[in-house]
């Protein structure tokens, strides 16, 4: 018997001879996300970047997110995964990203964004816009309001 996670992170365990014939080719996710029509869409392809940087330790970008300690929601993760972000999050934008607020905060709802390049790039650990700084109106507004700030 063997333990298997899919992508999605649900995991299922199998014979040793479903493995070899290959019997166990996906733990039912593809199959909602087929019937959904998500199979090959930007959003899957978000979702799916930010499930393998984040539990996937052979991901080239692990270290700077699995390996940090930063992990995706238990919503976000099993065989209802994927839909639940879509219900969480929405379609992806055209031009926009997976965001996190909070750059080492979790995958959350809460913390999480569609971005643009530019905010992305603003919401780096390195980056100056990113550090502590005096509030300014146009903070304390979107704060209150809801409505981001425009960069």
Known sequence: MW????????RKVYRTSQLRHDKCISCGCRIQLVTHGYSNTPTRHSYAAMMRRCLDPRDKSYPD?????????????????????????????????????DVNGNYEPKNCRWATDHMQRMNKRNSKANKP?????????AEITGVEEPF
Do not use: H
Request: charged share 25%; proline share 9%.
């Open 65 to 101: 997110y699995g390996g940090r300690g930063i992990t995706v929601c238990k919503r976000w993760q099993g065989p209802k995964g994927f839909l639940n972000f879509i219900a969480d999050m929405g379609e992806r934008p055209p031009s926009k990203t997976i965001d996190r607020r």
């Open 3 to 10: 333990l298997c996670q899919c992508d999605c992170g649900d």
């Open 133 to 141: 700084a005096a509030p300014s109106p146009q903070a304390d507004v």
